[in-house]
């Protein structure tokens, strides 16, 4: 059977319900958990004339509530649903927040990595141990669709444009359908010392105390700065991560797989973009004279905590680390130790490169729902319990996640943190990780590319040419 063909298929069974054709059923038509009998039979669910009950392919959509109908084996907890996240006290919050509506229904809760997700679902969906519901980084959008794994969002399509970021919907869609929900999107930003920064102003190192605007002001404050016997650095970064060297090429013009991240073909590292990015990266060697190796997240993160660097680029991830540092107590293993007086710190969108406007990848997480499971309408409703504000603010609050709402107001705390609307900045000068299953190939090319011209194993032009060749080599084996 095609590939194509087998699409058209499993798209068809997740529109259809698999609940029993006869007899009636014990459904539920609201969030107060108020139940009321309704049957399968098309003459006994109201029609969408008068805008009760909609038979939506086999499955109930309720008007009044907004919602799919779930299916009787899942509503008394006959059927469990099996839950997939990388995260198991998130996992849990998304349980215990739908129970709270249906309390009968089951949930199996199984760590699995947002990675690994979907060849996972590969091998275990046809075969009925897969996940109803599982989440997945963004670029595996294609594999997944390649895949045939993800199901359609159906009548809950509209809430989801209601509520989350536009630009984060865009991961989901496909020919106009929603195929997921963006949840939480994160982007890298520069994160600054402003007790370094005031020191460094008063001692005569810098002509302000404000951060730096352009990435030369950073050079310049370096050459005063650094001191390498001590392991002492103006900034750091992990400079293996293609991820977050991306904007250094898109600063100099670079668009990966085109203005729309979609051709496969466009790969785009033989342009002068690539070469001018390369070359300003090569450049800042110097400045963090480590090799790419080295640079870790301990040497990265874990160092700025200590209070000896100005300037940090990584993403929210870092968060809980930097803030133990300001605060002056880090915590390991539930043990907390003094480390220091502690500092003031700001997060702030990336600095210009020598002039130009970097733009760096939006990550997105996306929940999707089973193209395999037996239960349409109770796993899309999962999938929507995990953009709830109740979800939602765990994410935050507990997990130092971004949720991707439009109104920040919806989660308590949020539109006040200035650190997330720093993120928020600067995802305005970000897009979307590419989805098409080529985006992992260059995350291979991109990451060897870079830190053979950091280590100095390669000049830009013979490390671009590498990487070119490399990729079409990729794209020819399908590895």
């Known amino acids: 059977m095609s590939k194509k063909i087998r699409m058209i298929l499993l798209a068809a069974a997740l529109c259809t319900s698999l609940v029993g054709c006869g007899g009636s059923e014990s459904t539920s038509t609201g969030s107060d958990n108020t139940q009321e009998t309704t049957s399968t039979g ?42 997939w996240v990388d995260n198991e006290g998130f996992g849990e919050e998304i349980a215990k927040n739908f129970q709270a509506k249906y309390p009968n229904v089951k949930i199996e809760v199984q760590v699995v990595a947002t990675g690994d997700a979907v060849n996972k679902m590969s091998l275990e969906g046809e075969a009925g141990t897969g996940a109803d519901v599982f989440l997945i980084n963004s670029d595996a959008m294609g594999s997944a ?10 009548r809950y399509s509209d809430i989801i444009r209601e509520k989350m970021l536009e630009s984060t919907v865009s991961t989901v869609e496909i020919d106009g359908e929603l195929y997921g929900v963006p949840y939480l999107t994160e982007s890298i930003a520069m994160i600054y010392n402003k007790t370094l920064l005031e020191q460094a102003y008063a001692d ?94 301990d040497a990265t993160v874990v160092e700025f905590q200590k ?99 439009q109104d920040t107001t919806q989660i308590e705390g949020l539109a006040e943190d200035a650190n997330v609307q720093a993120f928020l900045k600067q995802a305005e000068f970000s897009y979307p990780m590419p989805s098409i299953p080529e985006v992992s190939y260059f995350w291979t090319v991109a990451k060897d590319m870079e830190c053979s ?5 390669s000049t830009p032009e013979d490390a671009m040419a590498k990487a070119m060749k490399d990729y079409a080599d990729l794209r020819a084996t399908g590895q």
């Open 42 to 83: 098309t003459e006994e669910v109201a029609s969408s004339e008068n805008e009760k009950f909609i038979d939506d392919g086999g499955i109930t959509w309720d008007v009044e509530n907004q919602m799919y109908v779930l299916e009787e084996d899942v509503l008394n907890g006959t059927a469990p649903l099996k839950l």
């Open 145 to 154: 669709m390649n895949a045939s794994v993800i199901g359609m969002m159906g």
């Open 204 to 297: 005569g190192l810098v002509d302000s105390a404000e951060p730096a605007t352009d990435f030369n002001e950073i050079i310049e404050l370096a050459k005063q700065y650094n001191d390498e016997a001590t392991n002492k650095w103006a900034i750091r970064w992990q400079t293996n991560d293609s991820y977050v060297n991306e904007f250094f090429l898109t600063s100099f013009g670079y668009e990966l797989f085109g203005p729309d991240g979609t051709d496969p073909e466009a790969i785009n590292l033989d342009t002068d973009a690539v070469l001018n990015g390369l070359k300003y990266y090569q450049s800042l060697r110097p400045i963090w004279n480590v090799n790419s190796a080295d640079a870790s997240w």
């Open 307 to 405: 209070g000896t660097t100005p300037y940090l680029i990584s993403g929210p991830w870092a968060i809980e680390t930097v803030e133990e540092g300001a605060d002056g107590v880090v915590t390991a293993d539930d043990v907390e130790t003094v480390v220091g007086e502690g500092y003031e710190y700001g997060v702030m969108p990336l600095p210009m490169v020598d002039g130009n406007q970097p733009y760096t990848f939006s990550g997105v997480q996306i929940a999707c729902v089973s193209s395999y499971t037996k239960y349409p309408a109770a796993a899309r409703a999962l999938v929507m319990e995990v953009i709830s504000n109740e979800t939602l603010e765990y994410a935050y609050k507990d997990m130092g996640k971004v949720p991707a709402v």
């Open 453 to 457: 011209v950091w280590d100095g194993t």
